[in-house]
């Protein structure tokens, strides 16, 4: 067997190194993030021009028509989209998208491209996969290839010969983005999601809800917009740092991700972070009131106020809300926090106290274990399922939900160890509001999301790993650009691609390669020393 392994390293070295000449040699060859499982160079040269056509099956007219749009603003070429079977136009070559249904092996996500000199065919067995492959095929394109208008700096477009067969490693490739400590615009979540799907990412988790502001429309309980989603004046708060998405935002926010195969997993936070809420509806805390939200750095970086989980109230409150949640996204898991609930106020309410008589629990946490059921055997009948932080494991866990794993990995390795899907996102390699020098882009790249304590059976519950970006430091777009990249490309890497492809050197030289294509995309990324350096 070790034999066999360092036979399977050689010939790994030998095909980057030949990539490497390649990619000297035309540009472009093999500088694909996230790399695919199995690349093979062959012969050949394909040239992308307006005698182009884009060859469609039924099932993938739509993705015809978006690598037309894709590609049309700076090679000046509308390719035109065609069914197969179309008379063929003469002097032209094709790239065809096709569905097959005998490639089961590559799963729900993967795809085959093969590039020859007349012809480029991209198959899978969903839309999915052939969006990644559309997504490889441009990035096998000069980095031009993403600019806004034609270019005479460009005088040909060409794709060198090569076979690719690629799937994911994991169904889960996130990145969390805060929205509730600083709104963030509906244009941006949108230039995020595009930004997401260019390295493959799939799981856009968006924080609606903490202590600084209810960011997400609830038709039932208009307050928590109107006055949840604003700062008090005596703050001086930008208004571009405050707002709320309407459901129909959210709905276009919704389809937008569908159309680049991003789903949108939204966060509602309870028990605790939950100031924004109880500023609306006082009553559902555990003394009354009243509260005032505040920018994170004008008070406690965690308050105390928490739902009172033995009022009644609070949870019709709650299940209300998690019906019209339910209702507006498609996302089979809806995700309730859980996260740094303080427990003093439970311990003095007189209604907490007799809940925990009533339901013979023992401590606080074994109360937050209860609400944090109660709400999953809720979440259960609107057909959903639930994830939360690790903290949901204490006191007893949920018995279908899953865990995203902050606190290290010891949370998710637990959970995995009982049966539970796993989220990995842990503070030391995927929290990317913490600095460079903290968290670089070279240590997230060598972030493992599968501990190796597990064995192959818990293995398999992990789904995949997360980056996270919390809003309270850096609450300009710009800044966050800084934040997330080049990082982002480190855990697009690792949840797609297998993990024995792990390469410091060669994925250098392909986050190198790709800060071009960036600076075309707008991007405002830090210059990282650990990825500049040769």
Sequence with gaps: MKTIKAL????????????????????????????????????????????????????????????????APATGFKLPVRRAGSPKQA???????????????????????????????????????????????????????????PTAEVKQWSISGIQIKDQPRFPWRGLMIDCSRTFWSKDYIKRTIRLMSLYKLNRLHLHLTDDQGWRLEIKKYPKLTQMGSKFPEKYNEPPERQGFYSQTDMKEIIAYGI??????????????????????????????????????????????????????KTF???????????????????????????????????????????????NEHELQSYFIKRIEKFLNTKGKRMIGWDEILEGGLAP??????????????????????VVMSPTSHCYFDYKYDRISTMKAYSFEPVPKVLNKEEAKHILGAQANFWSHIDRSEKRVDAQLFPRLLAIAERTWSPAEQRDESYFRNRVRSHLPRLDELGVKYYSDPTVMQK
């Design 8 to 71: 399977q390293c050689v010939m790994r070295t030998s095909v980057i190194l030949l990539f490497l000449c390649l990619e000297t040699s035309f540009g472009v060859a093999a500088m694909i993030i996230p790399e695919p499982e199995i690349m093979t160079p062959t012969t050949g040269e394909f040239f992308l021009s307006d005698q182009t056509v884009i060859e469609t099956d039924e099932n993938t007219a739509e993705l015809g028509v978006y690598m037309q749009a894709l590609f």
């Design 91 to 149: 002097n032209a070559n094709r790239i065809r998208l096709r569905l097959k249904n005998s490639m089961h092996d590559l799963g729900e996500e993967g795809y085959t491209l093969a590039i020859k000199k007349d012809e480029i065919n991209l198959c899978a067995t969903t839309q999915a996969g052939v969006f990644y492959g559309i997504q490889t095929l441009r990035q096998l394109l000069p980095f031009e290839i993403e600019r806004s208008q």
């Design 259 to 312: 159309q680049h195969h991003v789903t949108i997993v939204p966060e509602i936070e309870m028990p605790g972070h939950a100031l924004a809420a109880l500023v609306c509806y006082p009553e559902l805390s555990c003394t009354g009131g009243p509260f005032e939200i505040h920018p994170f750095f004008k008070g406690p970086g965690i308050h105390k106020e928490i739902f009172c989980a033995g009022n009644e």
């Design 316 to 362: 019709k409150f709650l299940e209300d809300i998690l019906s019209e949640v339910s209702n507006l996204f498609p996302s089979e898991f809806i995700h309730i926090g859980g996260d740094e609930a303080p427990k003093h106020n439970w311990k003095s309410c007189p209604k907490c106290q007799a809940r925990m008589k009533k339901e013979q629990l023992k």
């Design 400 to 421: 279908n939900a899953a865990v995203m794993s902050w606190r290290g990995t010891r949370g998710g390795i637990a959970a995995a160890k009982a049966g539970h899907y």
